[in-house]
């Protein structure tokens, strides 16, 4: 059973570029959240989603960020037009649809650096 | 309203000891709480988690203190070993009218370290 799975790993871009990455949760899973975490701090919710639904969004910067979670396919984060603050460690997690559903499941995480 | 607040920012805990970290929350909507434990490089992984109906939960090593009426909840960690240093993250979340939960709110860390 395989968890929560992110790619890329480590991701570098410069500055203005875009920056694209991927959820797959774990199997059975239908509930996406994305979380943002910086350097010696804690992580911050960014976005929750359902399939082709997004339900809570208050996380995220209202510019050069958006998500989807389609119906079929890993979830996306994508971030247009990135700024070196924006290099931070961005982790996904999944929840079940029933029973459990509180229990988010995190996955690796991908390191994003811009130079 | 949203906040949890955790303590201490680290912790040196000789082999053996037990180690104890405590969060804070303000917002009474919340009724689930996770703790993560952290390694360099991973994800978070969950540890133990408990509800308010509750005032304490034990699983193996690990034990859930929860105090409803101060909005205090802690991780005490027995017998403590170097393969618990890590960073301890506590965590908070209420459902929704779907059943489903909300985005969870985290405790700012702690970094624990187990000393031989």
């Known amino acids: 059973n395989a968890g929560v799975m992110q790619n890329p790993r480590h991701l570098v871009r410069r500055r203005g570029q875009e920056a694209r990455l991927r959820c797959s949760p774990m199997k059975g899973h239908s509930h996406v959240y994305w979380y943002r975490q910086l350097p010696e701090e804690g992580l911050k919710f960014m976005v929750y989603l359902q399939k082709e639904n997004i339900i809570d969004e208050s996380g995220m910067p209202k510019e050069r960020f958006s998500a989807e979670f389609p119906k079929e396919g890993p979830s996306i984060l994508r971030i247009q037009q990135v700024v070196r603050g924006d290099s931070a460690a961005y982790f996904c997690?999944?929840?079940?649809?029933?029973?459990?559903?509180?229990?988010?499941?995190f996955g690796p995480g991908t390191r994003l650096l811009v130079l | 309203q949203q906040q949890v607040k955790q303590s201490p920012q680290s912790l040196i805990v000789q082999k053996g000891g037990i180690s104890i970290i405590n969060c804070a929350y303000e917002n009474t909507a919340f009724d689930y709480f996770p703790w993560y434990q952290q390694f360099p490089g991973k994800g978070p992984a969950l540890l133990i988690a408990?509800?308010?109906?509750?005032s304490e939960k034990k699983e193996g090593r690990f034990t859930i203190s929860f105090n409803k009426s101060a909005k205090q909840f802690s991780l005490h960690i027995m017998d403590s070993q170097p393969g618990d240093s890590a960073t301890y993250f506590c965590?908070?979340?209420?459902?929704?009218?779907?059943?489903?939960?909300?985005?969870?709110?985290f405790g700012t860390g702690t970094r624990l370290q187990v000393t031989l």
């Open positions: 997690a999944s929840s079940p649809a029933s029973g459990g559903r509180e229990t988010q499941y």
């Open positions: 965590a908070a979340s209420r459902s929704l009218r779907t059943g489903t939960a909300s985005k969870l709110t």
């Open positions: 408990i509800r308010p109906d509750v």
